[in-house]
């Protein structure tokens, strides 16, 4: 009950407030949201582009095959995808016409919901309004033809897809952004039912959006900000109040969920990239419009925040680390690059905020600001070096085409993931020693423990049990907090970070890392653990041999050591999930000791 309470102190009384009256209101019928009545239909949403630009490359994705979290495709043999089944598993919705508000969040007959909700984040609007822009005489009435489909089997307010806010959010900025990639700048009737429709389901559960503290919040303040303008131009009654909404919200979340050196909220590689792709929309769609600039404080944590994840980003794969949450969303899918290709986002947002450029041009990674009409500047970002991003709980250490991260607590906002002290390590485009992920928020609890859980990163875990206790399905309690944290270079070049922590049953973990110009050396000291402490070093998958106290792969070799006696080691098959609902195994190296003491381990190329 005490860690409850401490818990919920530190989530802060006004969102708990907010939360709770959300969920009571709507579980007995009487919250505002769930009064809203609209109709939306019609065969005429998108027109004709009036002008083709065949030097445009369009996406080929949603042409013939659906596509799910960037990885997973089915054959659509020219046909509409079901909007109630779970692809992978071929099961629907049970009632697909009960309110929205009567459907349970978790254990639908259908298993995890994000399965259901993915094909209706309406990643193929963009898709299909790139391929008319490049002279497809069909797409648009192919566009037409599926959001007619859509609205058909989803009338306003009913089914799940109806059930979360941001799901509608990122329905709205995907109509927008093909509006302005098709220069369509007025909406037929039955755009503006649509759209219409959505903003009065946003705009009443503002309040539980902001109590997430999360991209909830940002998602929303975009779409009704988005949508809101685009209706007032129309003269929807309602448009301009949803867009002074939004602006406000946009503002106040960008205030509050990023830090002044771009940390955001939410301690996750693939949600930043939410967070700035949402944010690009935004401003892309605030020019085009030629509305009121945001406020000077707003672009500058937009700016921190896009400069945050070029630090991550690998230069020559435009991969990142796996840190954090990851449901797979990928806001942008403008040019026909992987999930975990991040150099688009990051160029589009630095060109924006920063008036830079990131990377050069090159045809996949400055595709989408062609799509969107956004000028490449003739600034060039530095090379991102080591760089340490305190506000939340980051060091980024660079040498040569090493880079390594080491991940500690810093929670002003709430954790999910028992990742303190985990250490990244990459050289050139290869992840050698990798986070688990998430694969999925539904997947039960043996997957949930083990992918949010300390044996889902490359740290300690004491006496088998997490490093902060689970509370509920998205909350921790006793959030650490870190210690002893220091990051520096030497005079001879090499970069360190360190810090520790102590956890509520008193078993405490310092941890230095050094970064050499062939290598890692990670030093752990621990002790406070009643019964043992193992170590896990997640390697990237590849035929690793243990030979004595060193796993030997290719020209690597990772070396363990202590000044105890190590009771333990040896390599396992573990899990990893780069991609949302998607796990494949990988080696697991683990070393045990069952007294305080300090562990070595050394991480060295040959070449």
């Given at each position: ?5 401490q ?9 708990i407030l ?26 005429q949403?998108f ?23 960037g990885?997973?495709r ?5 046909s ?24 349970p ?5 259908v ?18 309004a ?7 005489l ?13 609205c058909?089997a989803n009338?306003?307010y ?26 369509q700048?007025?909406?037929?009737p039955?755009l ?14 503002r ?12 998602s929303?303040?975009?779409?009704l ?14 448009g ?18 990023i830090?002044?050196d ?6 996750s ?5 939410v967070?700035?792709d ?9 020019r ?13 944590r ?16 435009g ?12 806001l942008l899918?403008?040019?026909d690059?992987?999930?975990?290709e ?10 924006l ?9 090159g ?9 969107l ?22 060091g980024?250490l660079?040498r ?5 991260v080491?991940r ?5 906002f709430r ?6 002290l ?16 998430s ?18 990163h490359?740290?300690?875990e ?7 206790p ?16 220091q ?16 956890d ?11 970064l ?6 990670i ?8 019964h043992?402490a193992?170590?896990?070093w997640?390697l990237?998958?590849?035929d690793?041999?243990?030979e004595?106290?060193t796993?030997?792969?290719?020209d ?6 202590a000044?105890?006696?190590i ?5 396992l ?8 609902f ?14 305080p003491?300090k ?9």
């Amino acid at each position: 009950m005490f860690l409850k309470l401490q818990t919920y102190l530190r989530l802060g009384l006004t969102n708990i407030l907010r939360a709770a009256v959300y969920r009571l209101g709507v579980r007995i019928g009487l919250h505002p949201a769930v009064w809203v009545k609209a109709r939306i239909g019609g065969d005429q949403f998108f027109t004709q582009p009036l002008q083709i630009d065949k030097s445009l490359r369009p996406s080929g994705e949603w042409n013939g095959d659906a596509l799910y979290f960037g990885w997973y495709r089915l054959s659509l043999q020219e046909s509409i995808p079901a909007w109630h089944v779970n692809p992978f598993n071929g099961k629907a919705i049970d009632s697909p016409r009960l309110p929205w508000w009567k459907l349970p969040d978790f254990n639908l007959n259908v298993g995890d919901i994000k399965t259901i909700w993915e094909a209706s984040r309406f990643d193929w609007v963009l898709a299909f309004a790139q391929r008319a822009k490049t002279g497809d005489l069909f797409a648009i009435d192919r566009l037409n033809a599926w959001l007619y489909d859509w609205c058909k089997a989803n009338p306003a307010y009913c089914g799940p897809n109806w059930k979360c806010g941001q799901e509608a959010s990122i329905r709205i900025m995907h109509l927008a952004v093909a509006a302005k990639m098709l220069d369509q700048q007025s909406m037929p009737p039955d755009l503006i039912r649509l759209i219409e429709a959505h903003l009065a389901r946003i705009y009443p559960t503002r309040s539980y959006a902001i109590a997430q503290d999360n991209n909830h919040g940002t998602s929303e303040a975009a779409a009704l900000f988005m949508g809101g303008s685009w209706c007032a131009s129309h003269g929807v009654s309602q448009g301009k109040r949803w867009a002074r909404a939004g602006r406000r919200l946009l503002e106040d979340r960008a205030k509050r969920l990023i830090a002044a050196d771009g940390s955001f909220s939410q301690y996750s590689i693939n949600y930043h990239r939410v967070l700035i792709d949402t944010l690009c929309m935004a401003e892309i769609w605030r020019r085009w419009r030629r509305l009121d600039e945001f406020s000077p404080l707003f672009y500058q944590r937009a700016s921190a925040a896009a400069k945050w994840l070029f630090a991550f980003v690998s230069p020559c794969s435009g991969d990142a680390p796996n840190i954090g949450g990851n449901d797979g969303a990928r806001l942008l899918p403008l040019a026909d690059t992987g999930l975990r290709e991040f150099r688009p986002s990051v160029q589009l947002a630095m060109a924006l905020f920063a008036g830079q450029r990131a990377y050069a041009e090159g045809d996949a990674v400055g595709l989408p600001l062609r799509w969107l009409g956004v000028s490449l500047p003739d600034a060039h970002a530095a090379m991102s070096g080591s760089q340490q991003f305190d506000k939340g709980g980051f060091g980024v250490l660079r040498r040569d085409d090493w880079m390594a991260v080491l991940r500690y607590p810093r929670y002003r906002f709430r954790p999910r993931h028992c990742d303190a002290l985990h250490v990244d390590l990459w050289r050139g485009g290869e992840n050698l020693l990798r986070d688990g992920g998430s694969f999925s928020y539904n997947a039960g609890t043996r997957w949930l423990a083990y992918f949010t859980g300390a044996a889902g990163h490359n740290t300690i875990e004491f006496d088998g049990r997490d490093q902060m206790p689970h509370l509920g399905r998205f909350l921790r309690g006793a959030w650490l907090e870190g210690r002893d944290v220091q990051f520096g270079e030497d005079s001879e070049g090499v970069v360190s970070a360190a810090a520790g922590y102590c956890d509520w049953k008193r078993a405490s973990h310092h941890r230095s890392i050094s970064l050499y110009p062939n290598g890692l050396v990670i030093r752990d000291a621990v002790k406070g653990f009643l019964h043992r402490a193992v170590l896990r070093w997640r390697l990237q998958p590849g035929d690793w041999r243990l030979e004595g106290n060193t796993a030997v792969w290719k020209d690597f070799n990772l070396h363990v050591s202590a000044d105890v006696p190590i009771v333990r080691l040896e390599l396992l098959e573990g899990w990893e999930s780069r991609q949302y609902f998607r796990k494949t195994v990988l080696p697991v190296l683990e070393a045990e000791v069952q007294v305080p003491g300090k562990i070595t381990t050394e991480f060295f190329s040959r070449k």
